[in-house]
Structures are given as structure tokens and as C-alpha cells.
Nanobody, 124 residues
């Protein structure tokens, strides 16, 4: 089993930055892909970015050039650096872990493990 704990959300003005963290515990050796998803009120949960155990990444078109996903295997921690934030980025952001193997081009997540979510609000 895998447990995921998120931190780093908060209130930021448009154009600002936040860095989200996701700490994994339990059977972390079973994790292959990890990703960030987000969900705004009344909308479906959507993929933001994903990273494989080998470090390959893929971002949603809406965040390309602004968000960077990374992974520190020694700390069992994943990060999402969010720059030039927009009001439409406001959502609950969820950490996800997937034990299945993917090449980055074949990612079909989400996996079965979820964090509790952390609120990101972009507003003046």
C-alpha cells in the first residue's frame, strides 16, 4: 500500500508562484508513474502533469511553459513548481501514484493511489 501526503497549496495573486510537494510512504518501491491532477468545483478532475520513475515528463497543454513536475527518489517526494499562475488554475490539486509500468507516451492513468488534495487559489 502507498500513502500520499500533499503540502504547499495556498492563496497567490495572478502571476505568482507556488511549489507543491507530495511525500510518499509505504510500499514506495512499487510506484512507477506519479502525477498531479486538479479539480475545480463543478468540473471533472483533469491531468496536470505526469512523471515516470525514469524521469520522463508530460504536461497538459494548459500548463506547458508554466508548470514543472519533478521527482526526488531519495526522498520519495514529487514536486510541482507552478509559475505565472492564472485565476483559471484555481482548483484542488491531487497527488496520484500508479504501480503500472508506462512509457511516457503510453500513460493511461490515473493510478489507484491518491493524496487528500491541497487547495490552490489564484486571486487578486
Amino acid at each position: 500500500q502507498v500513502q500520499l501526503v500533499e503540502s504547499g497549496g495556498g492563496l497567490v495573486q495572478p502571476g505568482g508562484s507556488l511549489r507543491l510537494s507530495c511525500a510518499a510512504s509505504g510500499t514506495v518501491f512499487s510506484i512507477n508513474a506519479m502525477g498531479w491532477y486538479r479539480q475545480a468545483p463543478g468540473k471533472e478532475r483533469e491531468l496536470v502533469a505526469v512523471i515516470t520513475s525514469g524521469g520522463s515528463t508530460k504536461n497538459a497543454d494548459s500548463v506547458k511553459g508554466r508548470f514543472t513536475i519533478s521527482r526526488d527518489n531519495a526522498r520519495n517526494t514529487m514536486y510541482l513548481q507552478m509559475n505565472r499562475l492564472k485565476p483559471e488554475d484555481t482548483a484542488v490539486y491531487y497527488c496520484n501514484a500508479d504501480p503500472r509500468y508506462y512509457s511516457i507516451s503510453n500513460y493511461r492513468g490515473p493510478g489507484e493511489y491518491w493524496g487528500q488534495g491541497t487547495q490552490v487559489t489564484v486571486s487578486s
